[in-house]
């Protein structure tokens, strides 16, 4: 059927349906139309399938017929009594192209309703609602329109928040987080810019936000406090609350939202003082809010177990994979790893979620069951981020931490590690740790030599895999996770020390396992345990492929790492007691 005949007669179907909204909306004459429009199509002949293209786009569709087709369908939605999904479908795919902006959005008759289209109950309408909302995140001038309009964006926050359905929630917090990144206003030089020192009569240039969605959501009492209160367990059962189950679902929301946004200064600090008081909030913002106010986390251990994972997220600046149109702003406004940390320590946050995994017995069973491995998760990305705080803070816990991980490791039955069960977290914990901190003390054994290459499991072949080949061997201290900008030991020395530890970490194994090549070449020749060989193989790669430096020729007394040193070369060889002089330099000899 030509083009503008299949368009015709579609017209004429929906206007017969605005007619009459109890007619059948013909879903197979729609998605003819799709298929014509997005210039793709299926052919299934002799039962094989083709993928065909014609050579009509959307792109080439007549800009009259686009804007009379979106009107109709526009009319049409209020009135429908059928699932609208084909004519959301529709309006979807007519939106799609770039040249279709927010003006035309605009333009649309009836003009759009985005507070009903928030509001009302159904997945398809939302869906649509925020594809045309989201057209205003592709030009700086039209983030402003919508930012006058307190109504849309107190429904769109609701919305996001409240709705049951996960995907729509997902998209309205996708939708809200582009608005707020193309409207985030910088200097010319990458540098913050106060919202106050923005002239309401000379613009910024076109290429620069001018931050007035962040000023509707954060500084309108209406919008900022809906936040707190659909959040805050303290409103449950007040009149248009959610009830406390969906109030969970609500706070777990607002934390995807802070792994995004937590370093931006208007999260972190206070914005609007009466509102935050009134949810039990003194002189600190929505972050405070989420992480000391909102959680019931004694009560609750499903949101406290999300809370946690919230902590790990945001120690480690760990922003998920999420997609933002300015791809450099999170890196520009994030705060060094130490900020974060403070932050979480000052409010007694990094100790409390340490006890779940160094204190087990302190804790209920059924907390122990959920959070054990949440908080190893969350040491883990603190090991990771913040070594030179791990080894030299009095409270970071790195004692307490090495002994219940050996506890842990050596107390897996052998045949657990035969089933390939092996302790996930812990091995995870294990290989975050600086490897500095893995070496035996005279108060501490390595928590490394219990994980065992007989019976042979992959996962422990994995493990020392990457505790022996040491950093990466190119630009090796930020593949670590090692802190930008950090603090009291430069990030040269970090590397050097974990090369001369991980050549250390292997001999003293070595040493306690006397059969471990043994061991290792006969679980890679058996390949009919595939997963065991393949981590096998693995294993001697790496240390053939080692990163290894030497020791140190003089023992470092009180060194860099505080209790936590380098051996000297002649002690390793002690320990290992090899009389024959230094040990090998490299895993390939």
Not at 136 to 146: H, L, Q, V
Not at 164 to 191: E, F, G, W
Not at 270 to 284: A, D, F, H, K, L
Not at 522 to 535: G, Q, R
Request: glycine residues 6%.
């Amino acid at each position: 059927m030509a083009i503008n005949s299949l368009i015709q007669e579609v017209k004429d179907h929906l206007a017969n349906v605005t007619e009459d909204p109890n007619k059948t909306l013909d879903e197979k004459l729609l998605n003819q139309l799709d298929t014509q429009i997005t210039g793709t199509y299926f052919l299934t002949f002799l039962s094989s399938t083709y993928l065909l293209f014609s050579n009509f786009t959307i792109e080439t569709l007549p800009d009259g017929d686009r804007d009379g087709l979106i009107n109709q369908l526009s009319s049409l939605l209020p009135t429908l009594q059928q699932d609208p999904s084909p004519a959301t479908a529709l309006i979807e795919i007519l939106i799609r192209p770039s040249s279709y902006t927010f003006t035309n959005v605009l333009s649309v008759q009836p003009p759009v309703n985005f507070v009903l289209g928030f509001t009302v109950p159904s997945p398809p309408i939302n869906d649509v609602s925020l594809d045309l909302l989201g057209k205003a995140s592709e030009r700086i001038s039209d983030i402003g329109i919508i930012a006058g309009k307190p109504e849309v964006i107190a429904a769109l926050v609701r919305l996001w928040l409240c709705t049951p359905d996960t995907a729509i929630a997902q998209k309205a917090l996708s939708t809200m987080a582009n608005l707020l990144c193309v409207d985030y206003p910088m200097h010319p030089m990458n540098q913050d810019m106060e919202m106050t020192d923005i002239p309401t009569d000379d613009p910024p240039p076109p290429t620069t936000g001018r931050g007035l969605m962040w000023r509707r959501v954060f500084h309108d009492k209406d919008v900022y406090g809906q936040i707190f209160s659909i959040c805050s367990l303290t409103t449950v059962g007040q009149d248009g609350q959610p009830t406390k189950r969906e109030k969970t679902v609500a706070q777990a929301r607002l934390l995807d939202f802070l792994k995004i946004f937590a370093d931006f200064e208007m999260i972190r600090t206070s914005q609007m003082p009466e509102i935050e008081g009134s949810y039990g909030v003194v002189n600190g913002g929505l972050l405070e809010f989420a992480s000391l106010r909102m959680v019931d986390f004694k009560e609750d251990v499903l949101i406290h177990m999300t809370l946690i994972d919230f902590f790990a997220a945001y120690v480690s600046a760990d922003h998920g994979e999420f997609y933002l149109p300015n791809s450099k702003l999170l890196s520009q406004v994030e705060l060094p790893a130490p900020k974060r940390l403070e932050f979480l320590i000052s409010r007694g946050l990094h100790s409390r979620t340490l006890s779940y995994y160094i204190e087990p017995d302190k804790h209920d069973s059924l907390d122990f069951t959920y959070l054990y491995g949440r908080s190893a998760n969350y040491i883990a990305a603190y090991a990771s981020t913040c070594p030179t705080h791990l080894l030299r803070s009095s409270d970071s816990g790195l004692n307490a931490v090495l002994v219940r991980l050996g506890s842990a490791l050596q107390s897996v039955p052998s045949t657990q590690w035969a089933h390939g069960n092996a302790p996930q977290h812990d091995l995870h914990l294990l290989t975050s740790l600086p490897r500095v901190a893995l070496l035996p003390t005279s108060r501490v054994s390595s928590p490394l030599f219990y994980v065992p290459t007989k019976p042979p499991c992959a996962d422990a072949f994995y493990t020392l895999a990457m505790v022996f080949k040491g950093p990466p061997k190119k630009d090796s201290v930020t593949s670590m996770g090692y802190p930008r900008g950090s603090s009291s030991l430069n990030s040269s020395e970090h590397g050097e020390i974990e090369r001369a530890a991980a050549r250390a970490l292997y001999f003293l194994y070595m040493h306690r396992s006397l059969d471990f090549w043994s061991h290792v070449i006969s679980a890679a020749e058996t390949v009919a345990l595939k997963e065991n060989a393949l981590a096998a193989i693995t294993l001697v790669g790496a240390i053939v492929d080692s990163n290894w430096g030497p020791l140190p020729t003089h023992s470092t007394n009180g060194g860099t790492e505080g209790p936590f040193t380098l051996p000297t070369e002649s002690q390793l060889a002690s320990q290992c007691q090899f009389y024959g002089g230094i040990l090998p330099a490299s895993g390939a000899l």
